[in-house]
């Protein structure tokens, strides 16, 4: 039958069920490191000596005056976290605990305590002392907890009651001695300041006397506006401008009424340039003229008198209108001529006063920046003055206490360490932490085989067998045992996983020594033999032979001496207990025969005792020490990888694989060997169950235990008597 592909999986995360398998398997472990813990902080907790404790707290402010300075209004004060853990720092600084060391005689009394030949140094004690204490903040608050911790309760309030003390006369003292510090800096900066000013107001002096500046040029301090160039040329410049705009008025209405026509003219020139009477004069007596004539034409012909000298006058009143239009033109054009050269010498007039001012500027700026550098300095002199005089009164003014001792430091009955309960809690936690996990760093470490999905991912071969541990010979056991059907589950999935039926021939290999290959091989046969299989198992293992003793026969003759001509088939095979089961011991090899089982004769006999047994078993020594086993996997129709539980590397188990395939062997899959079932739940359910099976019949039935029996067929299962039909 073929046997069915193995899938890949892919998910390599651990179920809870691993969890609890690891831990399981390295209790061991994690008891010992639990014990280890628990005990060790036990024994020093209560080894330690009490510690007490004794707090006191305070309220800090910034340096502050209680009123409102002379100048400017007082800042109010902001929370400032780096402020406030700047001020821890000064508290566990030596310039607060040195005082603290001397007023409460620390040195001498620690001396007497731990019976020290002379006191300690300054140095050493504050060190010791600064280990003693804590400053935080008090549970959200601005308030600040000083506490203190010392084996003597009454010692541990003085000490932190006097921090506070010491604390809050070196706050006072600094702050005296700032504000006094800074009056002394003021003053000396007032007096250079003033210094600075006589020099500068002297070089003024001479400055005004060199340049011939007069007063009215020494009225403001700025060197802006102290000519009178300026404002004449923004006087010239407002004319300019004024004649600029009346030219192009002029221009611009010459222009239009140059382009037009008489009759236009006529028409629109009193409303361009009204007030010219003579022109309007005219222009009614030419309007009126024409109107008459208009009217004489209507009744009178051509040649009617006073039709004629109304068109004589009318004439002449247009020559009159037409002159009277061409002088107004001119007239305006004269404008034009006169505005453009007014013009002209405004901007003539404009340029000059520019350079004017430009060279007044230049030669009176010496003084000006003087005058100006002269002005800031008296102003930053009246400053500091001003400063001096605000900073001296607010030193007299009264002040808030700028630190204050809310609730004062008072022993207390009940130690703070150690915390018994609260330590002997945590090792048992950490205890148990440190147990599991240093278990779990070894799992990870391991890496032999340990589940039957490391096998199947990592070889990518089916496990065909689960044995549990201290297996014995099933001859000796009986085939009642409880290891047998584990056996006989191997055997079932053995044939189910054959690919020829005339398959018969089969040896088991493993990568290392010790790991259950000849058990397994030997036991194996035993169960085909008592399901009415002739089975013959053969010791290959030449070099380290040890089936004889399962068996109780002797190894002097055996299959060496066969394969070297010695003895016959019929004189080296033996007989076993079970009727079905026959052995061939290895033999005893000669040193000039290391290669035997590479020869034609030994594949000669494998072809041989395959026609006389329906199995035959091949024990073999390990794959990964000598070529033998890898020989016997070529030669024999299938091969068994034995896996000790937990013994050695996936690798090595891999190679092994490898090493069968590569010489053409059949390998139909893996038999894990040696399993806790009791311990690892994992593979319980493999043989778990037919175990307490058999252990509660044994238990009803007295505590006997079964006796071997020599008819395999009175014990053989079901399941093997169906599957044997089917072969």
Do not use: C
Not at 33 to 50: E, G, Q
Request: net charge negative; aromatic share 8%; glycine share 4%.
């Amino acid at each position: 039958m073929q046997s069915k592909p193995v899938p890949q999986q892919s998910d390599s995360k651990l179920h809870f069920l691993d969890y609890w398998r690891i831990i399981r398997i390295r209790k061991t472990v994690i008891l010992a490191v639990f014990l280890l813990v628990v005990l060790t902080t036990a024994l020093v907790t209560y080894i330690l000596k009490p510690t007490y404790s004794s707090s006191v707290r305070i309220a800090i402010e910034k340096d502050s005056a209680d009123i409102t300075p002379l100048i400017g209004m007082q800042m109010s004060q902001q929370h400032d976290p780096y402020w406030v853990l700047t001020e821890f720092e000064k508290i566990q600084s030596k310039v607060v605990l040195h005082p603290v060391i001397d007023a409460l005689e620390l040195r001498n009394r620690w001396m007497k305590r731990y019976n020290l030949k002379q006191p300690l140094t300054l140095n050493e004690a504050f060190n010791v002392l600064k280990k003693s204490i804590e400053v935080d903040q008090y549970r959200n608050t601005s308030l600040i907890e000083i506490t203190a911790y010392s084996q003597d309760k009454e010692e541990a309030a003085l000490i932190a009651q006097e921090i506070a003390e010491q604390y809050k006369s070196v706050r006072e003292v600094n702050l005296q001695s700032m504000a006094n510090a800074g009056i002394d800096a003021l003053k000396q900066q007032y007096a250079d300041q003033n210094e600075k000013v006589r020099l500068k107001q002297a070089d003024l002096d001479q400055l005004r006397e060199e340049l011939n500046i007069s007063d009215i040029y020494s009225a403001e301090g700025s060197s802006i506006g102290m000519t009178t160039e300026p404002q004449i040329v923004l006087r010239l410049e407002q004319e300019r401008t004024v004649a600029e705009a009346k030219l192009i008025r002029f221009q611009t209405l010459f222009n239009e009424l140059e382009a037009m026509t008489l009759d236009q003219l006529k028409n629109t020139i009193l409303t361009a340039m009204p007030g010219n009477l003579r022109l309007t004069h005219l222009l009614n007596e030419y309007d009126t003229t024409r109107q008459a004539l208009a009217r004489l034409s209507a009744i009178h012909g051509p040649e009617h008198p006073e039709r004629k000298s109304l068109y004589t006058l009318l004439e002449e009143i247009e020559t009159q209108v037409t002159s009277e239009i061409t002088g107004v033109l001119r007239g305006l054009q004269s404008q034009v001529n006169a505005a453009q050269n007014e013009l002209n010498e405004l901007t003539a007039a404009v340029e000059n006063a520019k350079a004017n001012d430009a060279l007044k500027t230049a030669k009176y700026r010496p003084y000006f920046t003087a005058k100006r550098d002269l002005e800031n300095l008296s102003k930053i002199s009246d400053m500091i003055m001003i400063r001096i005089l605000q900073e001296t009164v607010d030193a007299s003014l009264p002040t808030e206490s700028i630190v204050e001792i809310y609730d004062p430091a008072e022993p207390n009955d009940e130690p703070v360490r150690p915390k018994k309960v609260l330590n002997i809690a945590l090792g048992v936690l950490v205890g148990l932490i440190a147990g599991v996990g240093l278990a779990f760093f070894i799992e990870y470490l391991d890496t032999s085989v340990k589940t039957i999905d490391d096998v199947e991912q990592a070889l990518g071969a089916p496990v065909l067998g689960v044995i549990p541990q201290n297996v014995q010979s099933l001859l000796l056991e009986g085939p009642d045992s409880p290891h047998a059907e584990a056996y006989r589950v191997l055997r079932t999935n053995i044939l189910f996983s054959k690919k020829d039926p005339k398959f018969n021939a089969l040896t088991v290999v493993s990568g290392g020594a010790g790991e259950g290959k000849s058990t397994t091989i030997f036991n194996l046969a035993t169960i085909f033999a008592q399901n009415d299989s002739r089975v013959l198992i053969i010791d290959s293992d030449l070099r380290r032979p040890s089936l004889h003793k399962l068996v109780g026969v002797s190894n002097a003759v055996g299959l060496t001496d066969f394969l070297l001509g010695q003895k016959s088939v019929e004189e080296v095979i033996q007989t076993t207990k079970l009727d079905n089961l026959h052995f061939l011991p290895s033999g005893k090899l000669p040193s000039s025969s290391m290669g035997i089982l590479n020869s034609q004769q030994m594949k000669d006999f494998i072809q041989d005792v395959k026609t006389r047994y329906d199995y035959v078993f091949f024990d073999s020594p390990p794959i990964m020490g000598v070529s033998d086993a890898s020989i016997l996997a070529s030669e024999v129709d299938m091969a068994i990888l034995v896996i000790q539980y937990r013994k050695y590397p996936q690798a090595m188990t891999i190679r092994a694989k490898q090493m069968v395939e590569k010489v053409g062997g059949n390998l139909l899959g893996v038999v894990l060997n040696n399993i806790n079932i009791s311990q690892d739940s994992y593979y319980y359910y493999y043989s778990g169950y037919y175990y307490d099976y058999y252990s509660k019949q044994d238990d009803s039935e007295g505590g006997s235990s079964a006796q071997p029996k020599t008819k395999s067929s009175k014990t053989a299962s079901r399941g093997d008597v169906e599957l044997k039909n089917k072969f």
